[in-house]
């Protein structure tokens, strides 16, 4: 069901929403995009430093990917917890950091990343995040922070503590 | 629930505001909708006066008129006014100044009409002014498809003809427009947005077609381009940029796939046009994806200046600058309509200053584009040379990336000189390029997997550098087409997206650096004469009118887009130095008093 098309949340609507294009819940797994098999996701698969790993979330009960609305595509990038800031140090798992890989300026993906600097970037129009700190905006016309995701660590998998932190894709105006 | 209770909250406001429009005073104070008009009231003089636009007006302008995105067919960007002049430029002062409403990338000019002012902006938004006052006089606003946002938010300006003004919407729609009230004559489809094709190029007018293509080289889309009646809307031809098996050119595609579909070639930038043949040049963009190895061949007609013939739209010629691109190095400027001295004799020339940087100077005959010379104007360290005869560059495969090879290569993907036009004065026979030198990029190819609409480029790694120990980007240079050499070069403050203006005033004019500043520059020296900070940065096209026999010089300030873009990337380079350019979208108007 195309219920959210080109970064257009219009997933407020509770009886539109089906498992497979639901936001991501509390001890969801996660399996990589280019995944086959949808093998859970773990720390190991997050190469430390970058670079991120898109991912989409798994309802654990049924294996049911959640990759019917783009708005559910999560980055996710592995950093040294020591660096990590304030609530960002709550919400990661063992250092690695989750956020809506969806921008907020146009829908793009964000899975740019500069290495040197170790920051995300969208692809489109580069607006610039800083994975430490929220994904707050560094640079660009991102109009706001990506949202985050809260991530635990279950069974040895990387798992969603808790729903997004705010509204993921654009705000309509 | 908060959502409910907010809905509720602004239903009831929507209520109170409609029970007072209703016992207002009168049925002309209802808001109108956003996309609208405004409020009809009897039609202003000047648009009672409004002069049809003729095709003989527009092979011969009117010295105060600006009817096309470069004036004239020939491409010059070139004012005969000269009222403005390097004694008085100094005290050129604003006479008015006109917020859009929109924030992204202002690149169109503001087309002139007998005082009669038409300005594109972001935001699918066209609006009349009163050009000698600022008076808004109607304005077109069109909302985009839900599902739609263009990876490029801009419009770069309208085309002109009889009592309508043309206007390509973002959603590869091509709006017919009255003139005198703003309203929509036609409409027509273009293309299919959800196949990845957007637009914001000007049209251009040729003899009562309608003429423009579409964006979509990162969306995996086929280029063309396409006229269309001026006065019905009917579309009178296509001509896709990239031939179907069979066709000729389609030797230089992989045989028996389907790369030729999504092969790219895309026209986003308004074409010239030689009356003499009937023959217009437009320039196309890069292949898709990016990276040539995986479509191996020349890839006609990417990268490249092809000329159709404008009542047929049948191929009568073309110039690839260079095969098989790999570096994102769209060739959509196309060439200026110029003739110029080669060995004794004068060449009836084409001279496009390309993304790849090189200069090429070309000759057209009517069903052939011969090569004449072609020479870099910023560092570029990819064509090993070029073959004397053809002109095809002997590309240093190691500068060359490709899936999963990394490479380095200058200029950066952007370009000696990305889209914006170079202007040329018939007065000092000189050349004018605002170029971007000392910038490199590496880049590595990925396989990328095809899914319409999205994007197809199969970029894995994209990153800028500078030059280590260069003292700057931005330039604007000046070259003798006679002699081919370069006259002189000015430094700007920072890297330079300024399409350029000269006028008959021995002037130039140009905005493109990070500072906010539109500048006055003297067309012999490069000197800088004059520079005024606007609200926003300046990288839309300048235009001179005239009304009421007085000279006007009138830019779009309005940041964003692609030179946001290079801020970004040069603030990864130098963190902090680079902070982000004010956006907000302004109409500006100067005058000498």
């Not at chain 2, 409910?4 to 909708?33: D, E, H, N």
């Not at chain 2, 491409?75 to 403005?84: D, F, N, Q, R």
């Not at chain 2, 709006?175 to 990845?196: F, I, N, P, S």
């Amino acid at each position: 069901m195309a219920i959210s098309v080109l970064g257009l949340d219009l997933a407020g609507m509770p009886a539109l929403a089906q498992p497979t294009s639901e936001r991501p819940k509390e001890d969801d797994f996660l399996v990589a995009i280019d995944s086959e098999r949808g093998d859970p996701l773990e720390l190991k698969h997050i190469p430390v430093g970058g670079p991120p790993v898109l991912a989409w979330p798994m309802d654990r009960a049924t294996n049911t990917v959640r990759k019917d609305s783009r708005l559910n595509k999560i980055v996710l990038v592995h950093l040294d917890p020591t660096t990590l800031v304030g609530s960002t140090r709550d919400r990661a798992a063992e250092g690695v950091v989750a956020y809506s890989a969806i921008c907020p300026h146009a829908g793009c993906e964000v899975n740019g990343w500069a290495a040197e600097q170790q920051i995300l970037e969208c692809s489109c129009h580069y607006s610039h995040y800083d994975p430490r700190e929220g994904a707050a905006v560094l640079d660009g016309p991102a109009p706001r922070a990506l949202p985050a995701l809260p991530l635990k660590i279950v069974d040895g998998k990387l798992a969603v503590a808790k729903p997004f932190t705010s509204r993921v894709g654009i705000v309509p105006t | 629930m908060t959502n409910t209770k907010a809905l509720m909250r602004s239903a009831c406001v929507g209520a109170i505001l409609a029970a007072t429009g209703m016992s207002g005073v009168s049925a002309q104070q209802t808001v109108a909708p956003a996309s609208a008009t405004p409020v009809p009231g009897p039609m202003p003089e000047i648009l009672r006066a409004y002069a049809p636009v003729t095709a003989e007006r527009l092979k011969k302008p009117e010295d105060g008129n600006w009817l096309m995105f470069r004036r004239t067919f020939d491409g010059w960007g070139y004012s005969p006014l000269a009222e403005i002049n390097h004694e008085n430029v100094s005290r050129l002062q604003p006479v008015w100044s006109f917020a859009t409403g929109q924030v992204e990338g202002h690149q169109a000019p503001p087309i002139v009409n007998n005082g009669v002012m038409f300005v594109a902006t972001p935001g699918n938004q066209l609006l009349a002014m009163e050009a000698k006052s600022g008076k808004i006089l109607w304005r077109y606003k069109r909302p985009f498809p839900e599902d739609m946002t263009p990876l490029h938010p801009t419009n770069r300006g309208v085309g002109l003809y009889g009592d309508k003004v043309y206007f390509a919407a973002a959603e590869a729609i091509l709006v017919a427009l009255d003139a005198k009230t703003g309203k929509e004559v036609w409409t027509a489809k273009v293309d299919d947005y959800k196949k990845g094709y957007y637009m914001s190029l000007a049209p251009l007018v040729v003899e009562g077609k309608v003429l423009l293509g579409a964006s979509g080289g990162e969306l995996g889309v086929r280029g063309f381009l396409a006229a269309f009646d001026a006065e019905t809307g009917k579309e009178l031809w296509k001509t896709y940029t990239v031939p179907a098996p069979g066709e000729p050119g389609s030797e230089t595609w992989p045989a028996g796939g389907d790369h030729y579909k999504r092969g790219g070639a895309s026209i986003w930038i308004t074409g010239t046009y030689d009356p003499e043949t009937n023959l217009t040049f437009w320039g196309t963009g890069n292949g898709g994806p990016w990276f040539g190895d995986q479509r191996p061949g020349d890839n006609l007609y990417t990268s490249s200046v092809v000329a159709f013939d404008a009542t047929s739209g049948a191929i009568k010629g073309h110039f690839q600058y260079h095969p098989n691109d790999s570096w994102d190095w769209d060739e959509t400027s196309p060439p200026l309509v110029l003739d110029y001295q080669r060995n004794g004799r004068t060449v009836k020339g084409l001279v496009n200053v390309a993304r790849d940087g090189y200069l090429w100077q070309l000759e057209r005959t009517n069903d052939k584009i011969n090569f004449i010379a072609g020479q870099p104007y910023v560092r570029q360290n990819v064509f090993k040379g070029l073959d004397p005869k053809t002109g095809r560059p002997d590309i240093d495969e190691a500068r060359k990336p490709g899936t999963n090879k990394t490479a380095e290569f200058c200029p950066s993907l952007w370009g000696g000189k990305d889209w914006p036009p170079v202007a040329y004065s018939p007065q000092t026979r000189l050349l004018y390029i605002p170029a971007n030198d000392n910038l490199c990029t590496e880049l590595t190819g990925e396989a990328p997997k095809y899914v319409q609409g999205e994007r197809f480029m199969g970029v894995a790694k994209n990153v800028m550098k500078m030059v280590a120990g260069a003292d700057h980007i931005g330039e604007l240079q000046a070259w003798d087409l006679d002699s081919g050499k370069k006259v002189w070069t000015t430094n700007l403050p920072s890297f330079n997206w300024g399409a350029v203006l000269a006028t008959a005033g021995g002037l130039l004019f140009a905005g493109g650096t990070n500072d906010r500043k539109f500048r006055a520059f003297d067309a012999k020296t490069g000197k800088i004469l004059w520079e005024f900070p606007t609200g926003s940065g300046v990288a839309a096209v300048p235009v001179s009118f005239q009304v009421d026999g007085k000279q006007f010089i009138a830019v779009q300030s309005g940041w964003g887009v692609d030179p946001a873009k290079m801020q970004s990337r040069m603030n990864l380079i130098f963190p902090g130095e680079y902070p982000d350019v004010p956006q907000g979208g302004a109409i500006w108007v100067f005058a000498v008093n």
